[in-house]
């Protein structure tokens, strides 16, 4: 049955980074080796590109810096195409694990490769695994001394491993810097705010449930923040030896998210975080 939901309220965000960058690989495959790996970075954005042009979408991917740098060309044809960029840090470590300066360096070096590569400027950040919390006002304070009008690391969920419970659902502005928070979606349930704005949650459940959250989620909220990967329409990528529960979270649902997304994008459509969040980002530059 078709969606009552009207095109133009969510956003499919990529986070642009290789299957063997996330955390679950972290003590698998060391930063100094990731240039020895098999890509498949090229293939997987192939695909996915393919998945938006069919629904006629457009999104905001948050590219890896050190993809930035390797594949610059890939990097410009996404803006040449009419997507968003924003940065998805350098070297994909959680926020919490590096100290200020470290930040700050990690952030302006991939902010310049992307720029650098896309010959646009950057104006979003996201956390490698949704990693800034509310206590973090010093990683907010580093993101607007970079330049940047958004961020988009909430989720306020409770994780074993990310999330910050309590966060507010909607956007809300960091007032002493001026930034806007862009939270990822969730569906209240209950009274509690239950996390379903896609990644492994859209691979490890069933599509009809998927989709009725994100119909929920745009009921209360308005316009729904989901995001995914683009490993994660790649069943055929290397298996590596991770934990048993990584290689759980990492594997599930591999084979069938490439067609729930599919009738995702057809259903609801997909727009950049820049244009479904248009009225805050146009206050960006009034101070707060």
């Known amino acids: 049955m078709a969606s009552s939901e009207p095109i133009g309220r969510v956003a499919v965000t990529v986070d642009l980074e290789e299957y063997f960058q996330v955390q679950v690989m972290e003590g698998v495959v060391r930063p100094e080796d990731w240039g020895s790996m098999p890509a498949r970075i090229e293939a997987?954005?192939?695909?996915?590109?393919?998945?938006?042009?069919?629904?006629?979408?457009?999104?905001?991917?948050?590219?890896?810096?050190?993809?930035?740098?390797?594949?610059?060309?890939l990097i410009a044809r996404l803006a040449a195409e009419g997507h968003e960029l924003g940065c998805h840090s350098f070297w994909h470590r959680r926020v919490g694990t590096l100290e200020?300066?470290?930040?700050?360096?990690?952030?302006?070096?991939?902010?310049?490769?992307?720029?650098?590569?896309?010959?646009?400027?950057?104006?979003?950040?996201?956390?490698?695994?949704?990693?800034?919390?509310?206590?973090m006002e010093w990683?907010?304070?580093?993101?607007?001394?970079?330049?940047?009008?958004?961020?988009?690391s909430v989720h306020p969920v409770r994780h074993a491993h990310y999330g910050?419970?309590?966060?507010?659902?909607?956007?809300?502005?960091?007032?002493?810097?001026?930034?806007?928070?862009?939270?990822?979606a969730t569906a209240r349930m209950a009274r509690q705010p239950l996390p379903m704005a896609?990644?492994?949650?859209?691979?490890?459940?069933?599509?009809?449930?998927?989709?009725?959250?994100?119909?929920?989620?745009?009921?209360?909220?308005?316009?729904?923040?989901?995001?995914?990967?683009?490993?994660?329409?790649?069943?055929?990528?290397?298996?590596?030896?991770?934990?048993?529960?990584g290689r759980m979270r990492h594997y599930?649902?591999?084979?069938?998210?490439?067609p729930k997304l599919a009738r995702m994008l057809g259903e609801f459509g997909c727009v950049p975080l820049r244009e479904l969040y248009a009225a805050e980002l146009a206050m960006a530059e009034v101070p707060a």
């Not at 042009?53 to 948050?62: N, R």
């Not at 599930?252 to 490439?258: D, N």
């Open 252 to 258: 599930t649902g591999l084979r069938t998210m490439e």
């Open 100 to 135: 200020p300066a470290e930040f700050r360096e990690d952030t302006r070096r991939a902010k310049a490769a992307i720029e650098a590569a896309a010959g646009v400027e950057v104006q979003g950040y996201r956390a490698p695994n949704f990693s800034i919390r509310l206590d």
């Open 44 to 73: 997987q954005m192939e695909r996915l590109l393919a998945l938006l042009d069919a629904a006629g979408a457009k999104t905001t991917w948050f590219v890896v810096g050190w993809i930035a740098e390797r594949y610059p060309r």
């Open 198 to 245: 896609g990644g492994a949650y859209w691979r490890a459940a069933p599509l009809l449930y998927s989709r009725a959250m994100v119909r929920r989620a745009a009921r209360q909220l308005g316009r729904v923040n989901c995001y995914l990967h683009p490993w994660e329409l790649d069943p055929g990528q290397p298996r590596l030896p991770a934990s048993w529960i």
């Open 139 to 152: 990683a907010w304070e580093i993101l607007a001394e970079a330049g940047f009008t958004y961020d988009s």
């Open 164 to 184: 910050a419970a309590g966060a507010p659902r909607r956007p809300f502005r960091i007032a002493r810097h001026g930034l806007w928070e862009l939270p990822l």
